[in-house]
């Protein structure tokens, strides 16, 4: 397996504008693999639209690859979906990395924008699959129960064909949609032993629906901090974790030390099956994000890249 790690944003965690950019500069000069970005479209804190994020590192990058990590289907159009997807994928050459998911049931749009969170998964089904066959068909009618479709086209289609579809989730349904469609699979806010048997149960469900997924397309999330766990941003982060982290303690969630701490949970997430790694500085402000950018780039890239 080729191992690699890219960098995520949930929340905006610069001063301003011009810090987002030395960041995305820096990761693009420094080796960084891949950028990507959370999504959400409602927060009390400031935080980036993935789509919106999406075009415009199309823009400003020529090497980077960068992905959603990762858009809920059930909050936007299928047809415009497939249609920024593969808009983006042109202008960049063919470096978008799309990755779906139905969102988690505590997510504050469901109820603010008068969606049923019952259901999301019925239709991220239909969703995926328009998705899909607009982005490789010259024509698409599909009549379903959520969403109905006649004769639509889009163009142009995307650079990379098959372009890759990710998929996220650890639920037993979630692993069957990525087993059925789903050509990667990134894990969220789960620790190494929380992935083993989604990874385990993607490969065994993928093996009965008669298809494979490539080896080296398996990923996961972590929190990281070149520092130490008594610091008050890594303490919050800790209590934010906690809480989302289905049960499983912050401490496995998050690798907080020196390089070699990093390194480490790393490699106990390469033993389950991991291979592609977007670790999301704990960090807040330009000079602060910055350095934790920097030590990443100089003790960790050099590492987890030279063993790929």
């Known amino acids: 397996m080729k191992l690699r790690v890219g960098l995520g944003l949930t929340n905006f965690p610069f001063d301003g504008v011009g810090g987002f950019w030395r960041f995305v500069e820096r990761c693009e000069a420094g080796g960084v693999d891949s950028l990507w970005q959370s999504d959400r479209l409602i927060s009390p804190y400031p935080q980036l639209e993935a789509m919106s994020t999406m075009a415009a590192l199309a823009g400003a990058t020529e090497r980077l690859k960068f992905g959603m990590s990762v858009v809920v289907v059930g909050f936007r159009d299928p047809l415009v979906l497939a249609k920024q ?23 504050p749009e469901w109820s603010a924008t008068d969606r049923a969170y019952e259901g999301s998964g019925a239709r991220a089904d239909e969703a995926l699959e328009i998705i899909r066959r607009l982005w490789s068909e010259e024509r ?45 699979w990134l894990g969220g806010i789960e620790s190494p032993e929380q992935v ?7 490969q065994d469900a ?13 990923g996961a999330s972590f929190s990281y901090r070149f520092g130490a766990w008594d610091e008050p941003i890594v303490d919050r982060t800790g209590h934010i974790l906690s809480r989302l982290g289905k049960g499983a303690d912050p401490k496995r969630l998050a690798a ?10 790393i490699d ?17 402000g330009d000079a602060d994000v910055l350095a934790q950018t920097e ?9 987890v890249h030279g063993t790929g």
């Open 85 to 107: 997807c593969a808009t983006i994928d042109v202008l960049s050459g063919g470096r978008l990395l799309p990755a779906f998911g139905t969102g988690p049931k505590i997510a």
């Open 140 to 184: 698409v009618t599909f009549h379903g129960r959520h969403f109905r479709y006649t004769d639509v086209a889009i163009a142009p289609r995307p650079v990379q064909q098959p372009l890759p579809l990710w998929l996220g989730g650890s639920s037993a349904a979630s692993i069957r949609r990525t087993a059925r469609v789903g050509t990667g």
């Open 196 to 202: 083993a048997p989604v990874i385990a149960g993607i």
């Open 206 to 218: 993928s093996a009965a629906a008669g298809r494979a997924i490539d080896a080296d397309h398996y």
């Open 256 to 265: 907080v030390g020196d390089a070699g701490t990093i390194l480490r949970r």
């Open 268 to 284: 106990e997430y390469r033993e389950v099956g991991v291979s592609k790694f977007v670790l999301r500085p704990i960090a807040l």
């Open 295 to 303: 030590r990443l780039i100089a003790e960790i890239l050099p590492v």
